[in-house]
């Protein structure tokens, strides 16, 4: 048994690495000013996982995804999705790449309509069939549809949730980096959310590197996770395992 | 728990010059500290130093210079208000060049009315536009950005003209003549008008700079920066935001009325033409440009408000051209400079200075590789 | 026809080329948060450009197109070059370097056209029109403008509502992080904003050049009160603007008509408190309920 499971983790390695790996990150590292808040972190994302990135404040979660996106400017190391590198390039173009970033706090433009929101979502891509990935959208989340004409600032915390996630995969993105969705949402609707996401993954092979202040909730729907600490990886694991390592979770995690 | 006997006025100054041993002993029994330590004093003291040496300096000086010194001291103390009430308290005003034609008229209007000396016209000149400060301070603490920016730009673009349509009290377009004190007599026969005004301008510099320096490190100045930078906050911790900002704006007035008030000194007019609204704009640009909310920054900028047109307009004229182009160009040239200084320090002068300053310092002691 | 009558009718002529300007101030704010004072300068110089090449026999309509072009291209080429320098500062100093801008532009078509008063000539008659025996307040040049105006908005109005590119823009001014995230390039969108701005006070110079002559300054005293048409509609709403406009240009005609033109400047400051003293925030702003 023994024997036949490592053969299946070298057989992973060496033959199915390009195919798993989406984002391959590298030593990246970012400042603000000369405060350092992410100290050579390595680490990947597969495709159709969840991968969540957990730790406590200021352990560099935020900016890990904002670096990731373009917000902030990586000082050091590589990042590369599908093979491609993005580590110094714009936020624009990295969101052309297929990289969509829902920031803290569902970042919604307010003043606009949920449809225009959504629609923004895909608005830089060409010879689009912009009306049936509304539709699709409008699908997955029945809610925004009666709304269609508000605008978002007259959602519920939830909605604009949903209108942000839902304004992500306009685009069909390869890569989903999430910020903390679960803030000031009902239980309910985070699950709600979340077993969404998980079936998209599966169906469509989409990654989602999910940031977490709720270690136990990211926990229980993540495939992988990575436990960041004042900017460094310090574990990266199944989240499975992670969940079992009581020594990590009450030294990191504090549960 | 006797910390609490050290002034809440002064701690923060004092704090970081003692070494901790006393410190502790601060904590323990009532600081004593020698009289020439406390900021009040210490600062009179450098000011009357000031003024003594300046008066010194200006007897040697032509009485072109002399007079070229006296122009530039009423813009120091307009900057000197709008510096506090922009850098320190954060609201933004384009109508301080009318809160100066409120203190001019004042002093013209008194001085043609009554035989006051000459101090108590000055007191009366920034008393009246204190008051009138307080009053628009009241309207000013109700808006926000540039909303309090235009409600002052418009008040810059109409006060001039109340001078022009009631003309016979506020003299229309020729204005209101001045008349300029001689020096008094115990200060010897050679002692030039020029002099004299130019020492009157030093003393209300003086007087304006430390009334500055203290306020800043005050109560009412920590309460003003916190407005300044987080309303909701300082509101939660009990300050009272509107009495902060009306006082601020007040203050700010009261300089910049003291300024208005010397301008019609040294020019012996007040007239419409002389507030306008580039007056208001300039005074800003000034500001920005000599580093604002600092205590020096207003010397820079008033300077450059006054000598970098005059400088212009040499460098134009003496390429010959006709009037008009020569007029035109240094106005541009005054123009394109504005735009260099900001892209090129954008914290103003006293910000290139102090980061210039640090930066020796901090090579000195090897903490600055090259 | 009553003076009252005439009075309004003029003031709703000056008020929509406050309006014009007005927009295209809020247009700016709303992208930057900077109050753009070099607008001014760029409506001027676009005019003198017109109005030279009139001189040369270029014919009206042309030439008109040709200011609005060129104050596009300015506009576009002072945001690229300076402004971006100074966007991300504080907002003061974006202010005084769009003052310089201002200053040297004046001071530029001092140089070129000299600083004396021209007359600019208008393709329309100034004239009020004549209905049986009285004049009306209104010239064919008012219609002009109104006509002038209500394209402008049109087009501004498709451009923002049932546009791609519009949706983009507007997305870049409320939001730019999050329209970067969506893959907006958002310093283009700034660019053409400023562009457009450019444009728009090409058209006002163009429509304002007849009544208050051309000369380096012209549109100085214009600005101002677009600037307070602008803050009483709520800096941030083009309709605001708008209306913002229209109050003014008719308090304004009113005040000089009944009172003497020279209580015009402080007549403005009055309006302006007491507008914002009822209403802080002026009449159409949204940032009220947005901050809920």
């Keep these: ?163 942000a996630v839902g304004r992500a995969l306009m685009s069909e993105p390869k890569a989903l980096l999430l910020d903390e969705p ?60 992670i969940k079992e390592d009581a020594a990590l979770r009450h030294h990191y995690l504090g549960f | 728990m006797e910390e609490s006997t050290i002034s809440g006025e002064s701690n923060e100054n004092l704090v970081s010059e003692i070494p901790p041993k006393q410190l502790d002993q601060a904590a323990s029994e009532k600081i004593k500290l020698p009289l020439w330590r406390l900021p009040l004093i210490r600062n009179c003291g450098i000011g009357i130093v000031a003024i003594a040496l300046f008066f010194v300096i200006s007897g040697h000086l032509s009485l072109y210079r002399n007079y070229q010194l006296a122009e530039v001291g009423p813009y120091i103390l307009a900057l000197l208000g709008l510096s506090l009430l922009v850098g320190q308290n954060g609201q933004i005003s384009i109508g301080h060049g009318a809160l100066m034609a409120i203190g001019a008229w004042t002093f013209a209007l008194f001085q043609l009315h009554t035989k006051l000396p000459l101090a108590v016209l000055l ?179 008033a300077f450059i408000m006054v000598y970098v047109p005059q400088w212009a307009t040499t460098a134009t004229e003496k390429l010959n051209l006709n009037q008009g182009i020569a007029a035109n160009l240094s106005l541009g040239l005054y123009g394109v400079l504005l735009i260099v200084i900001i892209l090129l320090a954008p914290m103003g002068i006293q910000g290139l200075l102090r980061s210039g300053f640090s930066k020796v310092v901090l090579r000195r002691q090897g903490k600055l590789s090259k | ?116 008063l021209r007359n600019f000539p208008s393709h329309f008659s100034l004239i009020g029109i004549k209905i049986g025996k009285s004049r009306l307040g209104i010239s064919p040049f008012d219609i002009f403008i109104l006509v002038v105006v209500l394209v402008l908005l049109g087009a501004l109005v498709f451009l923002f509502r049932y546009t791609k590119l519009g949706m983009m823009m507007r997305a870049s001014a409320f939001a730019p992080e999050v329209a970067r995230l969506l893959g907006v390039r958002v310093g283009r969108m700034l660019t053409l904003g400023w562009a457009l701005a450019g444009a728009g006070g090409a058209v006002a110079g163009m429509l304002a050049a007849p009544r208050v002559f051309l000369f380096p300054n012209n549109m100085d005293a214009v600005l101002v009160f677009a600037f307070t048409a602008a803050i009483i509609g709520g800096l941030d709403s083009p309709v605001g603007a708008l209306v913002g406009g229209l109050i003014m240009g008719v308090s304004l005609s009113l005040i000089g008509g009944y009172l003497g033109s020279d209580l015009e400047n402080p007549g403005a400051f009055l309006i302006l408190v007491v507008v914002l003293m009822a209403r802080p925030q002026g009449l159409f702003s949204s940032i009220s309920e947005r901050r809920v």
Aim: with cysteine; charged share 15%; net charge positive.
């Design chain 1, 1 to 163: 048994m023994l024997l036949f499971d490592t053969f299946d983790y070298w057989f992973e390695v060496y033959f199915l690495q390009g195919e798993k790996k989406l984002l391959i990150v590298e030593g990246l590292s970012a400042s603000y000013g000369p405060v350092k808040a992410l100290r050579g972190v390595t680490m990947s994302v597969d495709r159709s996982k969840i991968t969540a990135v957990l730790g406590a404040n200021g352990a560099g979660k935020t900016t890990l995804l904002r670096t990731l996106s373009g917000l902030v400017k990586a000082i050091d190391g590589s990042a590369s999705i599908d093979g491609l590198h993005f580590e110094n390039k714009n936020p624009e173009d990295i969101a052309r790449m297929g990289i969509s970033h829902v920031p803290e706090g569902r970042g919604v433009v307010q003043e606009m309509t949920v449809d225009e929101n959504l629609r923004l979502g895909a608005i830089w891509k060409k010879d689009f069939d912009i009306k049936s990935k509304l539709n699709w959208v409008y699908e997955l989340f029945p809610p925004l549809l009666p709304r269609s004409a508000k605008a978002a600032f007259t959602l519920s915390g939830g909605e604009r949730q949903m209108l």
């Design chain 3, 1 to 116: 026809m009553s003076n009252l009558g005439n009075f309004v009718l003029i003031g709703l002529s000056n008020g929509l080329i406050y309006s014009v300007v007005a927009i295209c101030i809020v247009l700016i704010f709303r992208s930057t948060r900077v109050i753009n004072f070099s607008q001014a300068a760029l409506a001027m110089f676009s005019t003198y450009v017109a109005v030279s090449l009139i001189d040369r026999g270029v014919p009206y309509y042309l030439a008109f197109l040709i200011a609005v072009i060129f104050g596009f291209i300015a506009g576009a080429l002072i945001e690229r070059f300076l402004m971006r320098r100074v966007e991300s500062k504080s907002p003061l100093n974006a202010v005084i370097v769009a003052v310089g801008v201002l200053i040297t532009l004046e001071a530029m078509a001092g140089v070129i056209w000299g600083a004396t």
């Design chain 2, 123 to 301: 007191i009366l000149a920034t008393l009246v536009t204190f008051i009138f400060g307080s009053l628009l301070g009241l309207v000013a603490a109700r808006l926000r950005g540039p909303y309090l920016a235009g409600t002052t730009l418009a008040l810059a673009l109409g006060l001039p003209d109340i001078a022009t349509r009631y003309r016979s009290l506020f003299g229309g377009y020729q204005g209101l003549q001045i008349t300029q004190p001689s020096p008094p007599a115990f200060l010897g026969a050679t002692f030039s008008a020029q002099q004299y005004l130019a020492v009157i301008d030093m003393i209300c510099i003086v007087i304006g700079i430390i009334i500055f320096a203290n306020l800043i490190r005050s109560k009412t100045g920590r309460n003003m920066r916190a407005v300044r930078d987080d309303e909701i906050a300082s509101r939660i911790s009990g300050i009272s935001v509107q009495k902060t900002q009306v006082f601020a704006f007040a203050v700010s007035a009261g300089a910049a009325g003291l300024g208005g008030a010397l301008l019609a000194l040294v020019s012996s007019n007040v007239s419409p033409g002389a507030f306008t609204l580039t007056l208001s704009i300039s005074l800003l640009a000034g500001m920005v440009i000599g580093g604002t909310g600092t205590i020096a920054g207003p010397i820079w900028g």
């Design chain 1, 182 to 241: 679960s803030l000031g949402l009902a239980p309910l609707v985070t699950a709600g959310i979340m077993s969404l996401l998980r079936k998209l993954c599966d169906d469509q092979g989409l990654a989602v590197l999910l940031v977490e202040q709720n270690a136990r909730s990211a926990l229980s729907v993540a495939d992988e996770a990575v436990v960041l600490s004042l900017g460094e990886v310090v574990v990266s694991d199944k989240a499975s395992a």
